[in-house]
């Protein structure tokens, strides 16, 4: 794990974000520059835009290998931006096919271009991921769809609840953002290739079908019209990434929370050292949630970039290509790595049931209360039954009295326990979470 104050800690040394990072890392992107180089030139020596011996030639020269790297990283800082003396080299390699590199293209077509590439090579498999999460939460809420445990509301004890209710909305929530983040990639698969200001004013006789032929060769949609300066696709990238991220990071603060030494109701999948402290030799801390939350809140402004770069200048806009790209990047570094993380988390997390009874026991029967002031409205009415319910509650957890003896005194005898009640109030969680399972994973 580098040791580094920008490292990302647990996260980067999960095989998610180690795979992310290789793809946007400077071999990768260049990989997806000479992909966008090489697919032109085919494209246009198959239309006889340029010769077909040229576009040959190109792709010959068009390896990573064949890169002169430290030259094009000096010439890249003189100019600003790598394409320019990316085609230069690419030139040279293909000797005198080398005035046919970048053929009616501009530099925004090839990074534009590549960043989608990278992006949809790095979210594919992060997708996968997640949806190989779902059937773990789902398998995980059936086991325990009728453990009982205590409910929380503003952290305090509200009404009992199953494990596996809590368990089934963390999937409904990872499913639903999984759906809208592999929407919004498919959405953003598109090509750019416009020439200039994206009018492909350099090919006015073949730049559509060019365009075509290119977007099919790497499998990219083929838009309307050129995107150089409409952005929403990338913001709705980045939201959903940010949304997916989210959803992991609310599922880890539950678990981390459950975790505590008060609550004591879930633990984090045993391993030697893991979540030591360096001074408390009794501590387990809850690491692997701890950067699942951190990686959902690292993303939360990275939207505001990307939705400032649609407010871009006329036809080409200056002052964001770079921090949109940064942005995406770590924010799909960061939910690589989290889903990675998630997976190992659900598939070796501990489930105290004898904790959680405990937990639902230890207010000596004022987690009832709701269902016991529901019984009393049928009696009393909802108003008077729920100040009936308040004092009671105020006598039982000074310790003065029990919560079924303060209740019968309050209202003159006695009342069925509520607590005896539990298949019946469970009714309807049990309905919604097979509602959440059928539906997120149908058996």
């Not at 020596?45 to 890169?67: N, W």
């Not at 002169?68 to 230069?88: E, H, W």
């Not at 009415?381 to 303060?406: M, N, P, Y």
């Amino acid at each position: 794990m580098s040791l580094a104050s920008t490292a990302p800690g647990l996260l980067s040394e999960t095989a998610g974000y180690r795979r992310a990072a290789a793809i946007f890392g400077e071999a990768g992107t260049v990989d997806a520059y000479l992909r966008f180089e090489i697919a032109l030139a085919r494209a246009q020596g198959d239309l006889g835009v340029i010769p077909a011996e040229a576009a040959g030639a190109i792709a010959k020269a068009c390896r990573l290998d064949a890169l002169d790297m430290d030259t094009l990283r000096a010439r890249a800082a003189r100019v600003g931006y790598p394409v320019v003396p990316l085609v230069t080299m690419l030139a040279e390699l293909a000797g005198e096919h080398g005035e046919w590199v970048h053929y009616g293209a501009t530099t925004q077509d090839v990074m534009d271009t590549a960043q989608v590439l990278q992006i949809r090579d790095a979210l594919g498999p992060a997708l996968d991921q997640a949806a190989a999460l779902e059937p773990a939460l789902a398998d995980l809420a059936e086991r325990h769809r009728e453990t009982p445990m205590a409910g929380r509301s503003k952290l305090q004890h509200a009404v009992p609840m199953s494990f596996g209710y809590k368990v089934a909305l963390w999937l409904d929530q990872v499913h639903r953002c999984r759906l809208a983040l592999a929407g919004a990639l498919d959405s953003a698969s598109v090509l750019q290739f416009g020439g200039a200001i994206g009018t492909l004013s350099s090919l006015p006789q073949s730049g559509l079908e060019v365009r075509r032929r290119l977007a099919a060769a790497l499998d990219l949609a083929e838009p309307d019209i050129s995107w150089h300066v409409s952005r929403d696709r990338m913001a709705a990238l980045t939201s959903a990434v940010a949304t997916m991220l989210a959803a992991l990071g609310k599922m880890a603060l539950d678990i981390a929370h459950m975790m505590s030494t008060e609550v004591g109701e879930l633990r984090e999948p045993a391993a030697e050292g893991r979540g030591a402290s360096s001074t408390m030799p009794q501590k387990r801390n809850p690491v692997m949630c701890e950067a699942i939350v951190e990686a959902a809140r690292s993303v939360q402004g990275a939207s505001g970039v990307v939705l400032d770069a649609m407010l871009q200048e006329h036809e080409r806009g200056l002052g964001h290509g770079y921090r949109e790209r940064a942005v995406i990047c770590d924010a799909i570094l960061s939910l690589s790595g989290a889903i990675s993380l998630a997976r190992e988390l659900i598939a070796g997390l501990e489930v105290d049931t004898a904790s959680m009874l405990r937990n639902l026991e230890r207010t000596n029967g004022l987690i009832y209360s709701e269902t016991t002031m529901m019984r009393l409205a049928e009696r009393f009415g909802r108003l008077k039954a729920h100040a009936i319910l308040h004092d009671v509650a105020r006598q039982v957890c000074s310790g003065e009295i029990g919560f079924d003896e303060a209740l019968a005194a309050a209202i003159g005898g006695s009342t069925p326990v509520a607590s005896v009640d539990a298949a019946r109030r469970m009714e309807t969680e049990q309905a919604m979470i097979s509602s959440v399972l059928s539906r997120a994973c149908p058996r």
